[in-house]
């Protein structure tokens, strides 16, 4: 697609430069130009005096072709990929294991002991009384001279120049915040609860004496006594219910800035400053100094003395001993033989196919369109109008 419309962008410029080419410069004189020839070759006409003449312009309309990139919705055909299960037969073989008896010969090891006569050598250690001759070392003393070096300090005095600082004072300002407070009225909203009676009424219970007429059995006479009976009646109840309300409430608000303030500080600078003087340095010098000192050494000293020496003789001895080996023996056992026999067996399984549907759907294409446009251009032209037309 981009290919496409590169390949067609291109073609139609170079439509454009030849089609603007023709309208524009018409068609020319044979001759390049009427100053290099006296005359002209077609009809005579240019010499050297129309040569000298000023060049003459005309209007033209010329014809210029521009692209135009639009948009526009296409139809086009896209395959999308639909799965559906299918189930098939289908055939595998599976190893199945068999086990054989079989009988075999096989070797078996036993051990067994017998007794067997043996000779061997043994060391046998005795000690015997030998003159030897020895070296032993006795520790002597003596006196021997010798020479060591002695380091003396000693004192020269030197001039040198000695680097030392003075302390000068000065006053330099600087800049500090301070931090002021200030009081500010500030209006708040304030949500306080106020309580509002309400009447109500409410069920109460109370005692009541009612004469009661009785008759007493025994004279005859009626008297009146008094019961007391519960009644229900309804009275009057004050309630004191919360209503919140808003009020505006100025208070004293305490702020701070900060304001810069300058002032001045002494400072205390080290400055250097060089000076000669004496001073006593310490130096060192060898003197070699000679004295006694006691050596020690070892003077060796032979002598003869008599050693038990621990000598070994050889002799051999013969025994009975036990002795182990193995003997084979070949006896015949019974062992499963384990074989593997393929088995042909047949199933059902179930399988994803994937297919592709076909599906219009409305894209949109940028193509390229050349839009013809014509302009008005000033074109030079040659003083003969015989030869350009």
Not at 13 to 24: K, N, P, V
Not at 76 to 95: G, N, S
Not at 123 to 136: A, K, S
Not at 239 to 265: A, H, I, L, N
Request: proline share 6%; charged share 30%; with cysteine.
């Amino acid at each position: 697609m981009k290919w496409s419309i590169r390949l067609v962008m291109v073609m139609g410029g170079l439509a454009w430069l030849a089609a603007s080419a023709d309208a524009s410069f018409g068609r020319r004189c044979r001759v390049t130009c009427c100053e290099t020839r006296p005359a002209c070759v077609t009809c005579g006409a240019c010499s050297d005096a129309s040569a000298k003449t000023e060049p003459k312009f005309e209007e033209r309309t010329i014809v210029e072709y521009k692209p135009v990139h639009k948009e526009r919705e296409v139809k086009r055909t896209i395959y999308k990929p639909v799965q559906r299960e299918i189930k098939e037969d289908y055939t595998w073989v599976e190893m199945q294991t068999e086990t054989t008896p079989q009988k075999q010969k096989c070797i078996d090891w036993v051990m067994k002991e017998k007794d067997v006569q043996v000779t061997y050598n043994v060391c046998t250690p005795y000690t015997v009384q030998e003159e030897q001759e020895r070296v032993r070392y006795e520790c002597r003393t003596k006196q021997v001279p010798y020479t060591y070096n002695v380091c003396i300090p000693y004192t020269e005095q030197e001039k040198r120049t000695v680097t030392r600082y003075r302390i000068e004072t000065k006053q330099v300002p600087y800049t500090y915040n301070v931090c002021i407070p200030y009081t500010e009225m500030v209006t708040e909203k304030q949500t306080f609860c106020r309580w509002v009676p309400e009447m109500t009424t409410r069920e109460v219970t109370r005692a009541c004496k009612v004469p009661v007429v009785t008759v007493d059995p025994c004279t005859g006479c009626s008297r009146t006594c008094w019961t007391t009976v519960q009644q229900t009646c309804t009275v009057p109840h004050c309630v004191m219910k919360p209503v919140t309300e808003t009020r505006d409430v100025t208070r004293c608000v305490t702020k701070y800035r900060y304001e810069p303030r300058t002032e001045m500080r002494t400072v205390c600078n080290p400055v250097p400053y060089t000076e000669e003087c004496m001073v006593n340095v310490c130096k060192y010098r060898w003197e070699p100094r000679t004295e006694m000192r006691t050596v020690y050494e070892s003077v060796p000293v032979r002598e003869k003395v008599m050693v038990n020496v621990c000598k070994m003789k050889v002799e051999p001895k013969t025994e009975t001993r036990r002795v182990c080996e193995w003997v084979p023996v070949e006896k015949e056992v019974t062992i499963n033989v384990a074989t593997c026999k393929p088995v042909e067996k047949k199933g059902t399984r179930t399988r994803v196919v994937c297919e592709w549907k076909p599906e219009e759907v409305t894209v949109k294409e940028a193509y390229c369109e050349w839009e013809k446009t014509t302009r008005t251009v000033k074109v030079q032209v040659c003083g003969c109008s015989s030869c350009c037309r």
